[in-house]
């Protein structure tokens, strides 16, 4: 079946880069497009930004610009998040996830497959 | 970016109940709504997509409806189980945006 796994989780000082991997299992690596998705301590979903795995297409929510950047690496089917110049406000747990079936940009039906979260902890 | 609003913001409800939680997005979004269960320390599930189609393997005391900007998520009799956090999302553009929760205790 169709699975993100996750990397551990990771402590980083303020203005320090972060790199959480989601490795994919399951299905063509390239079908699907692979959205990241925050949620800091006792709050609410934040979607970050989406990639495209089969051409590297990119789009990131306004706020990240200039300090996110998705990767793919097809060849291990893993997909990375890039989270640089860390402030106390970028702690929370981070996830990856895709809708099966869809690679278009905007998930219009959903996330159905999430990774297991990253715990990005910055102090 | 459409502002996702939902109430309420926490709810406390007896195993047995019918609940109804509503969200409502700052433009039409005509039904590209989605509905999410999450629990602590767990990734979100999806629930219903497309403001009232159940996802796979979801028990069908969920349901959902609405269009344009108004929708609701109705959980037919809680089961202990459906105790969590709810969420919407709209899937009609970019960023796509999640409601704020809410949180569904047992009374």
């Known amino acids: 079946q169709v699975q993100l796994v996750q990397s551990g989780a990771e402590v980083k000082k303020p203005g320090a880069s972060v790199k959480v991997s989601c490795k994919a299992s399951?299905?063509?690596?390239?079908?699907?497009?692979i959205s990241w998705v925050r949620q800091a301590p006792g709050q609410g979903l934040e979607w970050m930004g989406w990639?495209?795995?089969?051409?590297?297409?990119?789009n990131y929510r306004q706020k990240f610009q200039g300090r996110v950047t998705l990767t793919t690496d097809t060849s291990s089917t893993t997909a990375y998040m890039d989270l640089r110049s860390l402030r106390s406000d970028d702690t929370a747990v981070y996830f990856c996830?895709?809708?099966?079936?869809?690679?278009?940009?905007?998930?219009?039906?959903?996330?159905?497959?999430w990774g297991q979260g990253t715990t990005v902890s910055v102090s | 970016d459409i502002q996702m609003t939902q109430s309420p913001s926490s709810l406390s409800a007896s195993v047995g109940d019918r609940v109804t939680i509503t969200c409502r997005a700052s433009?039409?979004?005509?039904?590209?709504l989605n509905w999410y269960q999450q629990k602590p320390g767990r990734a979100p599930k999806l629930l219903l997509y497309?403001?009232?189609r159940l996802q796979s393997g979801v028990p069908s005391r969920f349901s959902g409806s609405g269009s344009g900007t108004d929708f609701s998520l109705t959980i037919a009799s809680l089961q202990p189980e459906d105790f969590a956090i709810y969420y919407c999302?709209?899937?009609?553009?970019?960023?796509?945006?999640f409601g704020q929760g809410t949180k569904l205790e047992i009374k």
């Open positions: 990639i495209s795995p089969y051409n590297g297409n990119t």
């Open positions: 996830a895709l809708r099966e079936g869809w690679a278009a940009l905007v998930p219009r039906n959903g996330m159905d497959v």
């Open positions: 497309a403001a009232s």
């Open positions: 433009h039409t979004i005509d039904n590209y």
């Open positions: 999302q709209q899937g009609y553009s970019i960023p796509c945006t």
């Open positions: 399951g299905y063509t690596f390239t079908k699907y497009g």
